[in-house]
């Protein structure tokens, strides 16, 4: 299974766009790519998943490129409540009876 | 979210001891799942679950055994627990093999003394 590589941390001034990348250099052609937030005490909560090229949804967009070996998260103008870790998860299509094994997730601040 | 219970959700136990924790969903996801988390180390995958009887280990399965009798259910057992398991542990569900979207319990804080 494809192996995640993000930032550990990031800081962001509020109103600014974030963008966070992860690395996924040996993605397979059934997987795709799923992102989580996380807040302190609680259980991470999907975001958003996509397989190639853009994806959007109310809370974010999702840009994977045509090798599909990097994708990144895009939050436009985070607040405060942004503050949060970010994990991305590659998931094997098709197959449910695959581990679901999370990198160790993007730590970000969000400053007034 | 997937209607997903645990429990307990605090523990405080000692060496030697067995723990058994309860991941209970009322959506009837097929897959299942069971993470621990630390500072440091992220979420990392303990057993996971692809139907009823179906199990499989996941990265730190040493020390832990699962069961799984019936859809809703997913145990998580620590035989004798130790203080290296102190941790917090996240039940997980997905409700099919074409999404990748996981549902996420509130987690269980376990403590070890």
């Known amino acids: 299974l494809a192996k995640t590589t993000q930032p550990i941390s990031m800081d962001s001034y509020e109103g600014q766009e974030v963008n966070i990348t992860c690395s996924h250099n040996?993605?397979?052609?059934?997987?795709?790519i799923t992102w989580y937030q996380q807040f302190p005490s609680q259980g991470p909560r999907f975001i958003i998943q996509?397989?190639?090229t853009k994806v959007t949804n109310e809370v974010a967009s999702l840009f994977i490129p045509a090798d599909r070996k990097s994708s990144t998260l895009s939050l436009p103008r985070v607040s405060l409540s942004d503050t949060a870790v970010y994990y991305c998860?590659?998931?094997?299509?098709?197959?449910?009876?695959?581990?679901?094994?999370f990198g160790k997730g993007t730590r970000l601040s969000v400053i007034a | 979210d997937a209607g997903i219970t645990q429990s307990p959700r605090h523990k405080v136990t000692e060496t030697g001891t067995p723990v058994t924790l309860r991941c209970h969903q009322t959506?009837?996801?097929?897959?299942m799942y069971w993470y621990r988390q630390d500072p440091g180390h992220g979420l990392r995958l303990i057993h996971y679950?692809?139907?009823?009887?179906?199990?499989d280990k996941g990265e730190v399965s040493d020390g832990y055994s699962v069961s799984r009798s019936k859809t809703e259910d997913f145990l998580l057992t620590l035989e004798s627990a130790t203080s290296s398991q102190t941790s917090v542990y996240f039940c997980?569900?997905?409700?099919?093999?074409?999404?990748?979207?996981?549902?996420f319990g509130e987690g269980s804080r376990l403590t070890v003394l």
């Open positions: 998860l590659v998931v094997r299509g098709n197959s449910g009876n695959t581990p679901l094994v």
């Open positions: 679950s692809y139907g009823v009887k179906d199990t």
């Open positions: 040996n993605i397979a052609t059934n997987d795709y």
């Open positions: 959506e009837n996801h097929r897959y």
């Open positions: 996509g397989y190639k």
């Open positions: 997980a569900t997905r409700l099919a093999e074409n999404t990748g979207e996981l549902f």
